[in-house]
Structure formats: structure tokens, C-alpha cells
């Protein structure tokens, strides 16, 4: 979020978190896999629900951030 505020929304320091951002979440996925696969259906619920928790929290910072930008821009409507 700082780093939108400061205009850089491009390099490769920005690629790389958005690359382990990625790379998380498909680790997450093989864990719940993983757990699944001896029938451990609790702990595969668990990953679900980190996922779950994981994406909704970036829905809300990504709405919060888009709220803030329309409140920046003039209001050319008459």
C-alpha cells in the first residue's frame, strides 16, 4: 500500500511480492492437499479456512484502497 502511494506500482521488487504473494497461497494449497490426501479432513479444513481468511483480507484492503482513490478525485459531475 505504501509503495501505491509513492507511485511505484511497477519493478522487480513489486513482481517478487507479488510472485511470493503466489507462492504462498499455492503452498497453502498443497498443505491442504497434503492433509487431505491421509484423510486428515480437520487440518484440510484449516488451510481452507487460512486461505479463505487470506483472500478476504486482500478483497478489503483493495476495496478500502479504491474508496480512498475516489475520495482523492474531483468531482466533475455537475
Known amino acids: 500500500m505504501r509503495l501505491e502511494e509513492r507511485k511505484i506500482t511497477g519493478g522487480w521488487l513489486l513482481a517478487a511480492v507479488n510472485l511470493s504473494r503466489r507462492l504462498l497461497y499455492l503452498v497453502l494449497i498443497g498443505l491442504g492437499v497434503y492433509w487431505a490426501s491421509p484423510g486428515h479432513w480437520l487440518y ?16 478489503n484492503v483493495s476495496e478500502w484502497r479504491s474508496e480512498i482513490l475516489e475520495k482523492k478525485r474531483p468531482n466533475t459531475e455537475p
Do not use: V
Open 44 to 59: 484440510f479444513w484449516d488451510e481452507l479456512l487460512w486461505i479463505g481468511g487470506f483472500a478476504a483480507i486482500e478483497m
